[in-house]
């Protein structure tokens, strides 16, 4: 017999959500990140030297949750904080040997990840599922 929450779009998108950051964050225990400290490293290996405010940015990430990664991903010799020299309060962010070395794993991890989400899902869903996870940060 189906309930109400059966239907909740909040209950499905959070169980979801659950289910899959779980299995993801299982994935990056061995490599002693979480998956926002994954998420942070991919993006600077897109673009190294990008300032803590613009990466807050682009991953809509808050200043203080970004800090805190930022802080932990440093300590653990993934990352490295650098004063800009234009603005000594702005910091620029660069990955780490360490990080460089590890790249084409972690990308690996997270492109397994998203194979295995949308595995159940023909070519057309997939495409759709995409747009519609995309309209809703919207």
């Keep these: 017999m189906a309930s109400e929450y059966d239907d909740c779009l909040l209950f499905l998108l959070a169980k979801a959500y659950q289910r899959v950051y779980g299995d993801f964050k299982k994935r990056m225990q061995p ?13 600077l290996s897109l673009e190294e030297g990008v300032s803590a405010g613009e990466l807050g940015k682009r991953l809509m990430l808050d200043n203080a949750t970004l800090s805190g990664v930022l802080d932990r991903l440093s300590e653990s010799g993934w990352v490295v904080k650098q004063s800009s ?38 070519l057309e869903e997939r495409v759709i599922f995409k747009r519609l996870l995309k309209d809703l940060q919207k």
């Design 31 to 43: 490599h002693g990140l979480t998956p926002v400290q994954h998420l942070v490293i991919l993006a």
């Design 85 to 122: 020299q234009e603005d000594k309060r702005s910091l620029k962010l660069y990955l780490t040997d360490r990080a460089r070395s590890n790249l084409e794993l972690l990308k690996a991890e997270s492109d397994d990840a998203n194979r295995r989400v949308l595995d159940s899902f023909s």
